[in-house]
C-alpha cells in the first residue's frame, strides 16, 4: 500500500475581527479593529492510503472543512506539512485538481440553466481530458449513477438527489485517484442516500479510487468507511477502526425477550420500585430492566456485565421465551457521548 494523503501537524488560525457594539462601537471597529484569533485545525495528523475510504466525523464547527481546504489546496495551512498524491496542494493546486474530485454535499460545481449533459460535456475542457477518455468515463458513469433518465434537464430543474449524482459524475470524469466528499448524503431521503452509497462502495471497488468523506450521517459512515477519524476543535481525538469504537466505548446492549403469554400474570405480579416502574427481581450485577412492556423485556447490559448467552439463559431458567433478539448500541450514540463526555480528550494528554 502507498500512502496517498500525508499530513503532518497541520494547523490553522483564522484571523476574525470582533465588532463592538453600537453604531459608535461599530465606527471604532473599522478604525480601531480588535482581532480574535481562531484555532480552527491544531496539530492535526494523517495518513491514507491508497485505495482507503476514511470517515471525518466531528461535531459543527470541529474543523472537517478547513481540514479538506487545506487538502485540496484552497486553503493555506497555518503551520505542518501536507503531501497529496505526492504533491504539495497549496503550490501545485492546479496539478492536484486533476488528480482529486471534491464534491461539496451543499454546493454544485454544475451550471444551473444548462442541461447536465452539457455541464459535463463543459468539464472536459475545464479538465483538460482527452475526448476518447472523456466519453468513455462518461458512458461509465451514465450507467454507475442512472443519470439517462434526467440527463437532459437543466440542473436547476433536478431533484436534490439526482442533482448529487449529476456533480459526482462531475467530479470524476476526469478519473481522479482521491475523491474528497464534503456531507454527500445531506437533505437526501433514504432511497437516494443508499443509491449514492451503493455507487461509492462500487467506485472503490471497480476503479480503487481513495475516499474522504466528511458527514454527520453515521450510517454513511457505517456502510462506506472501516476507518474514522473522530475530530472537535481543531484536534485529533481518534483514528481507528469503526468497529473499534464499538467494542471500547460501547456502552449498554439490550437484550429484547417475548416471553410466553402465560407469563403474563407473573409478570403483573412484578413488584415495583419506588418510582412505580416495574423490576425484576434478583437481576445479574450489570444488568438492568429497560422496559416492560405486556409480554416483553428488555434488558440493559454492558459487555464486561456477563456473556449475552449467559443473560439468555438467565432469564431461561426463570421464565418460559418466545423469541430472543439483540440490539447494539447506535453508532450515533457512541459518538454523540464521545463529543459530549469528552471521552477521547484523554487519550490526547488532555484533562478529562
Ligand atoms: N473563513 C473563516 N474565517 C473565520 N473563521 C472560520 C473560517 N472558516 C471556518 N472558521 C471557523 O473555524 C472553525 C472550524 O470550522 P469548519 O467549517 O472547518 O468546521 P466543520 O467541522 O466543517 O463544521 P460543520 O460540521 O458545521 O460544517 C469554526 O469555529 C469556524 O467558525
Not at 457512541?334 to 484523554?346: A, H, N, T, V
Request: hydrophobic content about 40%.
Amino acid at each position: 500500500m502507498t500512502v496517498i494523503i500525508d499530513a503532518q501537524a497541520l494547523q490553522k488560525n483564522f484571523r476574525v475581527a470582533k465588532r463592538r457594539p453600537g453604531i459608535f462601537g461599530g465606527l471604532r471597529s473599522i478604525v480601531d479593529p480588535e482581532v480574535r484569533i481562531v484555532s480552527a485545525v491544531q496539530d492535526l495528523s494523517l495518513q491514507v492510503q491508497r485505495g482507503e475510504m476514511v470517515g471525518l466525523v466531528g461535531p459543527n464547527g470541529a474543523g472537517k472543512s478547513t481540514t479538506i481546504k487545506m487538502l485540496t489546496g484552497i486553503l493555506t495551512p497555518s503551520g505542518g506539512e501536507i503531501r497529496v498524491a505526492g504533491l504539495t496542494p497549496i503550490h501545485q493546486r492546479r496539478e492536484l485538481s486533476k488528480r482529486i474530485g471534491v464534491v461539496f454535499g451543499q454546493r454544485t460545481q454544475l451550471w444551473w440553466d444548462l442541461p447536465l449533459l452539457d455541464s459535463l460535456q463543459l468539464l472536459r475542457h475545464l479538465y483538460r481530458v482527452p475526448e476518447a477518455r472523456h466519453r468513455e468515463n462518461l458512458k461509465q458513469l451514465r450507467v454507475m449513477l442512472d443519470l439517462d433518465e434526467f440527463i437532459d434537464t437543466p440542473v436547476r430543474q433536478l431533484s436534490l438527489g439526482q442533482r448529487m449524482r449529476g456533480d459526482l459524475a462531475a467530479a470524476l470524469l476526469h478519473e481522479p485517484e482521491l475523491l474528497y466528499l464534503d456531507e454527500p448524503t445531506i437533505g437526501l431521503d433514504v432511497v437516494a442516500k443508499a443509491r449514492i452509497r451503493e455507487f461509492l462502495l462500487a467506485l472503490n471497488t471497480q476503479r480503487s479510487t481513495t475516499v474522504l468523506i466528511t458527514t454527520h450521517d453515521m450510517d454513511d459512515i457505517e456502510t462506506l468507511c472501516p476507518r474514522i477519524l473522530i475530530i472537535d476543535h481543531g484536534r485529533k481525538l481518534y483514528d481507528g477502526a469503526v468497529k473499534d469504537i464499538r467494542t471500547r466505548f460501547g456502552g449498554e446492549r439490550t437484550l429484547i425477550a417475548v416471553l410466553d403469554g402465560s407469563e403474563l400474570a407473573r409478570l403483573a405480579m412484578l413488584p415495583s420500585a419506588e418510582d412505580g416502574l416495574a423490576t425484576l427481581p434478583d437481576l445479574p450485577a450489570g444488568v438492568r430492566l429497560l422496559k416492560l412492556d405486556g409480554p416483553q423485556i428488555e434488558l440493559g447490559f454492558g459487555r464486561e456485565a456477563l456473556p449475552a448467552h449467559e443473560l439468555v439463559a438467565w432469564l431461561g431458567a426463570r421464565y418460559t421465551l418466545r423469541d430472543v433478539t439483540f440490539r447494539e448500541p447506535d453508532i450515533e450514540d457512541i459518538i454523540r457521548r464521545i463529543y459530549e463526555k469528552d471521552l477521547l480528550l484523554g487519550d490526547i494528554g488532555m484533562p478529562v
